[in-house]
């Protein structure tokens, strides 16, 4: 099949406000539809009609994305069944999917997710520096693999896997388009805005092209820092830019390149010191800003061999971090100086990735596809506290310390010095195989094998505190085994489908960045597995008027890699231990009784208890019990919308009705305070002039309702946004 002529597949999956509940893997042809209902996506990294592919997955098309006015991943995100985001702060927050997380705050190891760009890795084999949250402008759809993706996709997905799918260039002809918004948030003192452009231009029409992409953003802070006398202290800005350039020289040959750099710029931090209800103030001693970047180059050749099409890709991601943090909130000023303990850390990292795969023809009782693919990880993080006086207090009083100076413990007044570094590399092979036993049946079964090295190091320098500095290198750990996967498929006519699917995901151990400072606590730490067993239906009645999606499911996570905090200081550290069994049910239900109405309902029941004691050496008990709820898993999640629009009308009306639930959830393991149990209503309604322009206005959270997000600390978290109204304008010449 050439990269000229891409199939188009009919689209009749379940949808969500047209989020189509498809049972794919990831799309990867951005351009072939702007319709929910007619699109080309890539099965398992090969094209399939998403009809003939067990598994559940969510896409959320560009139309949709504009259609919710999204600008990030916390506007529609939790639209998908079976996912909740920990918002915590921009570049770092979390989709969490079945409820597979040991904390609504960040995960002290890999994420429980995966994230792609076009199928290219943005998660590295590690501590994620930066989880990128690209921005919605020019994204052709963002996908959300529900369940364990390890057999094709390696470490991070034990939950699932999102990958956003950016527009690539077109050669075939010119384009521009352009977005902007203004908004006002309650309790914010400034007006939010966003302007963002895009320019595709043919070069060799039908050859050759390029598309570029430039935007910013930002979002008025709505906390107050009383401390600072600071009134919306957490202003965000974001900006980026993206790059395409395809090159299709023979009608069996396509080359593509994509850079991507966006940056995330947050004044101070969006947690809320809880306390007095409906809070929206915190109180520090500094502007605990947080920045963020990530820069991604790629290159991608797709070359139709006749017995098989040959994808080869490689990829470069850098990431940058840089934060301050009061410490001083937790037990006050340090006592031998009467001053605030400040925290610091700065990261980078580098991430070197390349795939090479074959795949099959589409067609015939037997499909299927073999590849292998290499990752290198370095990366390096400096931690420190800084106490204002405190090199002058040891100076002042030499036998306190052991005669050693301030200079030497304490250089410019920096408390402790911590310097961590890890080296991974990762090589694997995988591959699937499908086999039609009979007509309407299908066998598919799937491994990958891997094996990881990992040469991490901590270095604890000499410090105020007095605790013996170290140098700890374990050498080089090795980790390797064998993912599977298996799925049987029944599906004897297009409307109906049935199928049953086993697969697993895992996620690589690590280090304690601060264990020297605790005594008892472990330096090191496991890997961690989830194995998911599935089973699901999909119906289209009269003529596609009702869908019906319908999952059930059971995971089992073993050896948990569990993020806790050591008390009075909250230090982070990671455990292994215990196990949790998931159970749940997702109901997707579409209705479209008129072509102008769409009616959609999601339901997900989601039960994630442990099945055995986590230890904790700092808990009542020295652990949490078998049965314990796991952090920020839910077990209700509602979404309902309604869709109502006039194609046929002069000026094309739309009116979009979108509502959210997610029942509470305890914020930590022993935790008595929960997140969730709120509701959320957002109205969407546009009008378009002269088929290129379009005027739209928006009310996110309209009734304000104040709900917590996640609360790492039990008495300190992020709560949601209030009310947000505001005016969109589009133009397009396409």
Known sequence: MSFASVKRVVFCGISLLALGQTSAAFAQNASASTDDNDIVVTATKRQESVRDVPGSVSAVSEATLQKLNAQSLSDYITRVPGVVFNDYQP????VVIRGIASSTYHEANQATTGYYLNQIPLIEPGFPLVIPDVDS???????????????????????????????????????????????????????????????????????????????????AGYLDNTLLGKKGSNDLRVRGLRGSIVFTPTETTKISALSMYQEYDLD???????????????????????????????LKLEQDL????????????EKKANLAFDNSIFGGNDPRTNTPELASSRGKSKTDYAELRLASPDGGRFRWLIGANYTRLRSAN???????????????????????????????DLATRTVSSNRVTEKAIFGEASFDIVDHLTLTVGGRLFEYRSSPRLQYLPNANLIPPFDFA???????DFIPKVSLTYKPSDDFMVYALYSEGFRIGGINVYSAAVPGLPLTFESDTTKNYEIGTRVDLIDKTLSIDLTAYHIDWGNIQARLFTPGDFNAYTVNGGGADVDGIELSLTLRPTR????????????????????????PGGGYAKGTQLP???????????????PDSPLKPRFNLSHRYMSGAPVAFGAALEKGDYHIIDLNASITVADRVELGLFAKNLFNQYGILNAPFSFAGSVTRPRTVGATLRFSLN
């Open 91 to 94: 570049g770092v927050s979390e």
């Open 137 to 219: 402008f020019d994204v052709s759809r963002v996908e959300v693999l529900r369940g364990p993706q390890g057999t094709l996709f390696g470490s991070s997905s034990l939950g699932g896997a999102v990958n956003y799918v950016v527009n690539e260039a077109d050669p075939s002809a010119f384009d521009a388009g352009f977005e902007g918004n203004l908004s006002s948030t309650k309790r914010a003192g400034e007006v939010n805005y966003a302007a963002k452009a895009m320019v595709n231009l043919p070069i060799a029409t039908d050859k050759l092209a390029v598309r570029l992409v430039a935007l910013q953003r930002v979002d």
């Open 268 to 298: 101070d931090q969006t947690y809320v010191i809880f306390g007095t209800p409906k809070t929206y103030d915190r109180a520090t001693n500094v502007a605990e800003f947080q920045d963020t970047s990530f820069m991604l180059h790629s």
């Open 306 to 317: 006749g017995f098989a099409t040959l994808t080869a890709i490689g990829s470069y991601t």
């Open 382 to 412: 400096t931690d420190g506290t800084y106490i204002e006086g405190i090199g002058d207090h040891i100076d002042a009083n030499p036998g306190m310390f052991g005669g050693q100076s301030g200079d030497t413990l304490a250089p410019g």
């Open 474 to 480: 374990p050498g080089t750990r090795k980790d390797s």
């Open 596 to 619: 102008n109405l769409t009616l959609a309902s999601n339901v997900s029941y989601n039960d994630a208890r442990l099945s055995t004691l986590l230890p904790d050496s700092f808990a």
């Open 632 to 646: 920020g898993a839910s077990d209700w999640i509602l979404s309902n919308s309604v869709d109502l629009n006039f």
